[in-house]
């Protein structure tokens, strides 16, 4: 299968002028002290197609001290009115979803109608932590006399610092604001520099809908230099932080030193367990839907697919088939079905992935990750048999390549899915209940769907387990995250 980048474009909007973006600080829009930037490149072609302004550490400075006012306007505003301004910023997005979109695709690379769907799902997490918000209860509790209330408090923890990727520019970064801001919160936003447009374009939405000044303000910066400039503030009482496993572990240690909560959302390695009994049309045409959306580049993509013997062949020919029916181009074009990768950092480690496997007795099935074309594409790549040992059995992919290897037997299947220590997502086929039950009991991930991919939407729980994270980014359980309790406790003074 060749890619093919389409020259026409279908969509006019998508014929927009990219703009250069800064930095949002006490809702004033500006370039960072030092006016340094960096360059943002279009990764279907590899040119620059604008710049980033870079915070140093005064404008960090500004930000945290706007963040501290604007939590203090923000969590005073009773939270049904708090509901009604994140209802009013997921309307402005829908309303702006053909001038957010577009940006999307030209920083982040993926297709159209998957960054058109971004955005409108962005809205409804949005609406449903806006309502959620109002429930924020606490408790009266029994106390031990008559004249005595006992009752425990649900608190905003403070000024947050949310830390995001480029995988989901919008998606990611409106999980944490919606999150803080329902909590009565407010937060400053570090989105990827790679993505910036897009997310500048979402916060502006927020404050059409009204936030008072610093609840939600966005920077970009070098990373280690902003994270852990806002993780060693003594304002900053929060983080919640999306990326990789060993960023993950050093911002978990930071925070530790300075007592402040965390959420983390790190990497996986999904498997995909597919018994024989299974409707193998629908789990191959299920799976690769989930592996190829957004050129594979998401944290719960199902990697590892686990096949049982007898079922194999007739699986792989499948899936082989849909990766072969995959449309990659310039996501511009609304014919395209899957963009390039994000950037030439994820073609190089992919390329070196799929040759180690292959030198290592792998068989290739579907895809040439040798071949070379202007932009950053990698064409999907099926991969057979791949022995234990190969970097990409025990690496998160992170891009358009699937492995489908095959079990003999369920406690072989449970045990290749629990051997690495992620385990974030995990997704499960077939029709026989004690199978479906053994997968329920034994597969050891924060979350798992079967026969279905039923993960992420806002009203159930996000999260991992061991180097896949802690906390929750979905569900009553997200909002937790961003509260505490407090206890308070009253005696009469007429008694």
Not at 42 to 54: K, Q
Not at 218 to 231: D, I, K, N, Q, R
Request: with cysteine; proline share 6%; net charge neutral.
């Amino acid at each position: 299968m060749k890619t093919k980048v389409l020259a026409d474009v279908a969509s006019p909007c998508a014929l927009q002028r990219y703009p250069n973006t800064r930095l949002y600080i006490g809702s004033h829009w500006r370039d960072g002290s030092e006016r340094r930037t960096n360059l943002v490149r279009d990764p279907a072609t590899g040119g620059v197609i604008g710049e980033v302004a870079l915070a140093d550490p005064s404008d960090l400075a500004e930000a945290v001290e706007a963040g501290k006012r604007g939590f203090v306007r923000w969590r005073s505003i009773p939270a049904v009115e708090r509901a009604s301004a994140l209802r009013a910023a997921a309307a402005l997005m829908r309303d702006r979803v053909d001038t957010i979109a577009p940006l999307i695709t030209r920083e982040q690379g993926k297709p159209l109608s998957e960054a058109r769907g971004e955005i409108l799902f962005s809205a409804e997490v949005i609406e449903w932590f806006a309502d959620e918000g109002r429930r924020a209860y606490g408790r009266v509790i029994p106390a031990r006399g008559n004249d005595v209330s006992a009752i425990a408090l649900t608190e905003p923890l403070g000024l947050i610092a949310g830390l995001t990727p480029w995988n989901y520019p919008v998606g990611q970064a409106v999980r944490k604001i919606a999150i803080a801001l329902a909590a009565g919160c407010s937060i400053i936003v570090k989105v990827a520099e790679e993505t910036p447009a897009s997310a500048a374009e979402m916060v502006r939405a927020f404050n059409d809908a009204g936030l008072p000044e610093g609840a939600l303000q966005l920077v970009f910066g070098e990373p280690a230099m902003v994270s852990e400039y806002l993780l060693s503030h003594p304002d900053v009482r929060g983080v919640s932080f999306t990326g990789s496993t060993t960023v993950g572990k050093h911002l978990t240690a930071l925070a530790g030193r300075h007592l402040k909560r965390c959420v983390m959302e790190l990497g996986g390695h999904a498997p995909a367990i597919v018994f024989a009994d299974a409707d193998l049309d629908q789990a191959a045409a299920s799976l690769a839907a989930d592996k190829f959306h957004n050129a594979g580049q998401a944290c719960i993509s199902p990697t590892r697919l686990l096949v049982e013997n007898s079922a194999h062949a007739t699986f792989l020919d499948l899936f082989a088939e849909k990766a072969r029916a995959v449309r990659v181009g310039n996501g511009l074009h609304e014919a395209i079905t899957m963009g390039p990768l994000a950037n030439a950092r994820r073609l190089s480690t992919l390329r070196a992935l799929v040759l180690d496997a292959v030198s290592r007795g792998a068989r290739l099935v579907v895809g040439d990750p040798e071949r070379t074309q202007p932009g950053y594409f990698l064409d999907p790549v099926v991969l057979a048999d791949v022995p234990t040992d190969a970097q990409i059995m025990n690496e998160e992919p992170f891009g358009p390549v699937a492995i489908v290897n095959r079990f003999s037997g369920a406690q072989e299947a449970i045990a290749e899915a629990n051997r690495l220590p992620y385990a974030l997502a995990a997704y499960g086929w077939s029709r026989d209940i004690r199978h479906i039950e053994t997968m329920k009991r034994e597969v050891r991930s924060g979350m798992l769907s079967i026969n279905h991919n039923g993960l992420g939407y806002p009203e159930v729980p996000f999260g991992g387990l061991l180097d896949s994270g802690f906390g929750d980014e979905g569900g009553t359980e997200a909002l937790r995250e961003m509260t505490f309790s407090r206890f308070v406790s009253v005696r009469s003074p007429w008694s």
